[in-house]
């Protein structure tokens, strides 16, 4: 396997990952009251909305890179 080709499959496989889950989401425990031996936290929900045409592009690019790869 040359260069190419594990490119071709890493952008087809990343592709189909933003296609299935469309963002990447954690969970982050935030300060919200610290009054001396008093504290509050409360765990805040974060996502980072990635658009499922994205992943169409880049599985489309991988498949560029495979047959192109191929031809060589």
């Known amino acids: 396997m ?5 490119a071709g ?3 087809i496989v990343i592709g189909g990952l933003i296609i299935a ?6 969970t982050q425990k935030e300060k919200k009251v610290d009054m001396g ?5 409360a765990d ?3 996502s980072i909305p990635l658009p499922p ?3 169409g ?3 489309l690019g991988g ?6 790869s191929r031809k060589s």
């Open 2 to 6: 040359n260069g190419k080709v594990i």
């Open 9 to 11: 499959i890493a952008l």
């Open 21 to 26: 889950f469309q963002g990447i989401s954690w």
């Open 37 to 41: 031996p008093i504290q509050i936290s």
């Open 44 to 46: 805040e929900k974060k």
């Open 53 to 55: 045409i994205l992943g």
């Open 57 to 59: 592009v880049l599985v």
């Open 63 to 68: 498949i560029v890179v495979l047959v192109t």
